[in-house]
């Protein structure tokens, strides 16, 4: 299994970025995936996911609500996070993660994701 995340640049805040996580050896829309970010000195945080049935969340509080949505295209088994408003605090690597069970709730946590892409830079200028 293999994920590619891709769509990751540099924009000025305000802006908009899309990503793209495609896999390999995996049906997105047999399991869950979620987007995380990190940046540099923190932890790894979760930002976002959309379950097997096709049912999202996202990060709890003002973080990323309202802002950024993540969608999925079964038939090009590509999964998307749409971000818009973009903030210099938003400035991080942004990773997809797959959770191949067909598992009734959405983790939010590190270990419900066994496979991971590569990560893609985000930066949002002021």
């Known amino acids: 299994v293999q994920l590619q995340a891709s769509g990751g640049g540099l924009v000025q805040a305000g802006g908009s970025l899309r990503l793209s996580c495609e896999a390999s050896?995996?049906?997105?829309?047999?399991?869950?995936v979620g987007w995380f970010r990190q940046a540099p000195g923190k932890e790894r945080e979760f930002v976002a996911a959309?379950?097997?049935?096709?049912?999202?969340?996202?990060s709890d509080g003002d973080s990323v609500k309202g802002r950024f949505t993540i969608s999925r295209d079964n038939a090009k088994n590509t999964v998307y996070l749409q971000m818009d408003s973009l903030r210099p605090e938003d400035t991080a690597v942004y990773y997809c993660?797959?959770?191949?069970?067909?598992?009734?709730?959405?983790?939010?946590?590190?270990?419900?994701?066994?496979?991971w892409g590569q990560g893609t830079q985000v930066t949002v200028s002021s």
């Open positions: 050896g995996l049906t997105f829309s047999r399991g869950a």
């Open positions: 959309i379950s097997w049935a096709g049912i999202t969340t996202s």
């Open positions: 993660a797959a959770d191949p069970t067909r598992s009734p709730r959405i983790g939010a946590g590190l270990r419900t994701y066994a496979y």
